[in-house]
Structures are given as C-alpha cells and as structure tokens.
C-alpha cells in the first residue's frame, strides 16, 4: 500500500512553473532540467510529460509568464488613468513595489539567459521596445515633446535596469522615501505633498 505523503506538491503545471522559476532565478537557465526538477520536488519524470511537451515546452511557458506579468503590467500601469504626470509615474512606481506586477529576479534572469539565446533576445528587445513606448506615453499624454519625452522614458529605463543588475537591496521605507526625489528627476517637476501622501497611503505607508 503507497503511503501519501501530504506536504508532497501536487503535480500541476504552476508547480512545475514555480519549480523551474526557483530554479532559473537561482542558477540560470542551464540548470533547469526535468530530472533534478523532478527529484527538487518529489515528483516523478512521467509526470512532467502530463503538462509539458518537453524542455523546450516549459522554457516557454516561462518565457510567455514574464512576458504577460513584467511587460503586460508596466504597460497596463503606465496607461492606467492619472490626473496629472506625478500621478501617472507614481502609478508605475507600482511596479517596483509589488513582485506579483513586476518580478525583478525573473527580468534578471531572462536578461541573463538572452545573452545566450538569439531569439530570446529578439523578444527581450521587444518587449523592452513596448516598455519604452508605454512610458514616453505617459510622457505625451501630459504635454512633454516628443524627444524630451523619449529622454525622460530612456532615463527611468535605464535607472530601473540599473537596479534590477545590481541586485539594489532597499527596506521598504527606503525606497518610497528616494521616489518622490525620482519623480522630480523624471519630470523635472516636484510633485506636490498631496501628491505623495495619496501614492504613499494606497500601499499603506503611514506619512508624517
């Protein structure tokens, strides 16, 4: 008689996913191998057949995941409404403070393996491309020239790329104290303390 064991992960696709996510985001994309997949979670080989054709299928899939949830939500962020400009970046701000928008270990990690992979980095620049677009929109929308716009989106670019390489480890309380000082740096305006405090307030930051 088999004896189930309860802590051991059902053998559903998102388990997989996660799996090899850990495991990408730990090591790279060499390491991801259905055998020591399979052995990390106490699964057997056949299984990982019942939801993907191969490798290749899953290396996909997490592809496809970056690709809706890092650029599909900055994009969707940066057009979500906004009274004013400071509105509008605070509103992609949010990206950088809610993994579940934007994960910057899995952006990392698909910047690290495209360096390797053509056609990987045929779709990173793509997606870097609608990123670009995305946030010179916001730009426009409020007024900005077109190649100031453009500059203003290059800066907060190449800024997020920034930390996302260097792996900056902020406290929370850090980071939004430094984002209204980014805020004026990208607009060149400052935003005003109303501003902040309804930002602020909407991720439970209590303001003096």
């Known amino acids: 008689m088999n004896v189930i064991d309860p802590s051991r992960p059902s053998a559903t696709e998102d388990v997989w996913l996660k799996a090899a996510y850990d495991v990408l985001t730990e090591s790279g994309v060499?390491?991801?191998?259905?055998?020591?997949?399979?052995?990390?979670?106490?699964?057997?080989?056949?299984?990982?057949?019942?939801?993907?054709?191969?490798?290749?299928?899953?290396?996909?899939?997490?592809?496809?995941?970056w690709e809706d949830t890092n650029t599909g939500n900055l994009v969707t962020r940066c057009n979500a409404y906004a009274a004013n400009i400071f509105e509008a970046i605070f509103n992609l701000f949010d990206c950088?403070?809610?993994?579940?928008?934007?994960?910057?270990?899995?952006d990392l990690a698909i910047r690290n393996w495209a360096r390797n992979d053509p056609s990987l980095q045929a779709r990173l620049d793509q997606a870097d491309a609608r990123r670009k677009e995305a946030m010179?929109?916001?730009?426009?929308?409020?007024?900005?020239?077109?190649?100031?716009?453009?500059?203003?989106?290059?800066?907060?670019?190449?800024?997020?790329?920034?930390?996302?390489s260097m792996q900056v480890t902020e406290s929370r309380e850090e980071r939004f104290g430094r984002m209204p000082g980014y805020v004026e740096v990208f607009t060149g305006q400052k935003p005003s303390k109303t501003d902040i405090e309804r930002f602020v307030a909407r991720h439970g930051i209590a303001t003096s």
């Open 136 to 164: 010179e929109g916001i730009f426009l929308r409020f007024g900005f020239a077109p190649a100031e716009a453009e500059i203003r989106a290059l800066t907060m670019i190449y800024t997020q790329i920034g930390y996302i």
């Open 30 to 65: 060499e390491a991801v191998k259905i055998m020591p997949l399979a052995k990390r979670l106490g699964l057997t080989r056949t299984s990982f057949y019942w939801h993907f054709k191969d490798r290749d299928a899953l290396l996909e899939a997490m592809i496809r995941h």
């Open 96 to 106: 950088w403070l809610d993994d579940a928008l934007f994960d910057s270990r899995l």
